[in-house]
Nanobody
Framework: QVQLVESGGGLVQAGGSLRLSCTVS????????MGWYRQAPGKQRELVAS???????NYADSVKGRFTISRDGAKNTAYLQMNSLKFEDTAVYYC???????????????WGQGTQVTVSS
């Protein structure tokens, strides 16, 4: 079994910062891409940022220049540093990871339980 545990969400004023963490545990041979998604009330889940196993990063246009994704391979952890937060960043943020549980298996997608980020205007 593979588990993703997120932390770091909360309430912050507009212009403030938060740092989200996502740690993968369980049966892990390797972790391919990791990413952060978010879902606001009444909206579809959208990709915020992703990072490949070799560190290639991709960002949604709405967060470029404000958010930074990173990962620590030794800790099986991904981070999302969010600066200059805006009211429209309010959402539940979900971590996603493509995990190979064994050397002979394929990578499967796993999701965290989500962490609430609320930005007050």
């Amino acid at each position: 079994q593979v588990q993703l545990v997120e932390s770091g969400g909360g309430l912050v004023q507009a212009g403030g910062s938060l740092r989200l963490s996502c740690t993968v545990s369980g049966s892990i041979f390797s972790i391919n891409a990791m990413g952060w998604y978010r879902q606001a009330p009444g909206k579809q889940r959208e990709l915020v940022a992703s990072i490949s196993s070799i560190g290639r990063k991709n960002y949604a246009d709405s967060v470029k220049g404000r958010f930074t994704i990173s990962r620590d391979g030794a800790k099986n952890t991904a981070y999302l540093q969010m600066n200059s937060l805006k009211f429209e960043d309010t959402a539940v943020y979900y971590c996603n990871a493509a995990v190979r549980p064994s050397s002979s298996g394929y990578a499967n997608d796993y999701w965290g339980q989500g962490t609430q980020v609320t930005v007050s205007s």
